[in-house]
T-cell receptor
Framework: KAGVTQTPRYLIKTRGQQVTLSCSPI?????VSWYQQTPGQGLQFLFE???????NKGNFPGRFSGRQFSNSRSEMNVSTLELGDSALYLC??????????????FGNGTRLTVT | GDSVTQMEGPVTLSEEAFLTINCTYT??????LFWYVQYPGEGLQLLLK?????DKGSNKGFEATYRKETTSFHLEKGSVQVSDSAVYFC?????????FGRGTSLIVHP
């Protein structure tokens, strides 16, 4: 079974630009959740999508948004990039979503650098 | 809200040494507890989990016991290998949203 795939692996953007990151979950998993990992703040939850609906959202500004398609693939968009958005963005999939005790399966992440 | 506190790293050990990484948490109710491991350039991988008090999770020689009375979930391994060098994250899921510790870097020397 293929794992969680995130593309691209690396991105370099300029302040003010926008960026879209992609995540393909494990086949059969309907939940995709997104996380920001930085040395200063650690791992922080961004949002979760389940069957194309956003089910929960972390404490991030509205510049961070996402969506999920009918095949469960998910995209995350960050608009008006700031230097502080530089981070490793991880997505994770699970079969029944965050309300279940099942573990998360993470992708290898997208490293975003904002200059 | 929920929170997880992990011991500061890096933890540096010689091969075959005993490992303990402390993890304590605050949460309402009875959260599920997880340990994840992150190797350089990769995402997190589940190492082990426990879902109720006194449960012991184990995998690849690592163990952790759900201690409700002390709200702890310390990770242990009897004999570490160089290949165990990685960053270890304690995580809880109580109020739906996963909460992670800051991570503990483990460096094992031959």
């Amino acid at each position: 079974k293929a794992g969680v795939t995130q593309t691209p692996r690396y991105l370099i953007k300029t302040r003010g630009q926008q960026v879209t990151l992609s995540c393909s979950p494990i086949s059969g998993h309907r939940s995709v959740s997104w996380y920001q990992q930085t040395p200063g703040q650690g791992l922080q939850f961004l949002f979760e999508y389940f069957s194309e609906t956003q089910r929960n959202k972390g404490n991030f500004p509205g510049r961070f948004s996402g969506r999920q398609f009918s095949n469960s693939r998910s995209e995350m968009n960050v608009s008006t990039l700031e230097l502080g958005d530089s981070a490793l963005y991880l997505c994770a999939s699970s079969h029944r979503g965050l309300g279940d005790n099942s573990p998360l399966h993470f992708g290898n992440g997208t490293r975003l650098t904002v200059t | 809200g929920d929170s997880v506190t992990q011991m500061e790293g890096p933890v540096t050990l010689s091969e075959e040494a005993f490992l303990t990484i402390n993890c304590t948490y605050t949460a309402t109710g009875y959260p599920s507890l997880f340990w994840y491991v992150q190797y350089p350039g990769e995402g997190l991988q589940l190492l082990l989990k426990a879902t109720k008090a006194d449960d012991k999770g184990s995998n690849k020689g690592f163990e952790a016991t759900y201690r409700k009375e002390t709200t702890s979930f310390h990770l242990e391994k009897g004999s570490v290998q160089v290949s165990d060098s990685a960053v270890y994250f304690c995580s809880i899921r109580g109020s739906y949203i996963p909460t992670f510790g800051r991570g503990t870097s483990l460096i094992v020397h031959p």
